[in-house]
């Protein structure tokens, strides 16, 4: 069974830090390329951090330079260091796993998680 469970959300203040983590389970993990994702009330839901396969990263200007996406393959595991946290960054934060390539655009992803909250207070 393919599972990817999120962890490390909950309530900080603006400013502060918080580290997510994307564990995963029932498939190639060295194979494919993650992103975490996020979705405020009423918004769609936007790629913040991709990490292929092979390391390689990308990240919207949205979140460039605050956040920082990593994985370790020996745990099937993928980590978002989110620093200088804001209001605006207050949402619902997936992660989601595709084979090998990175992508931006949820449709392109073939298993998510079940997501947790981030509430940034101001």
């Known amino acids: 069974e393919v599972q990817l469970v999120e962890s490390g959300g909950g309530l900080v203040q603006a400013g502060g830090s918080l580290r997510l983590s994307c564990a995963a389970s029932?498939?190639?993990?060295?194979?494919?390329?993650v992103s975490w994702f996020r979705q405020a009330p009423g918004e769609e839901r936007k790629g913040i951090a991709c990490?292929?396969?092979?390391?390689?990263?990308y990240y919207p200007d949205s979140v460039k330079g605050r956040f920082t996406i990593s994985r370790d393959n020996a745990k099937n595991t993928v980590y978002l260091q989110m620093n200088t946290l804001k209001s605006e960054d207050t949402a619902v934060y997936f992660c989601?796993?595709?084979?090998?390539?990175?992508?931006?655009?949820?449709?392109?992803?073939?298993?998510w998680g079940q997501g947790t909250q981030v509430t940034v207070s101001s």
């Open positions: 989601a796993a595709r084979r090998i390539t990175i992508a931006t655009m949820a449709s392109e992803y073939d298993y």
């Open positions: 029932g498939f190639m993990f060295d194979d494919y390329a």
């Open positions: 990490i292929s396969n092979d390391g390689s990263t």
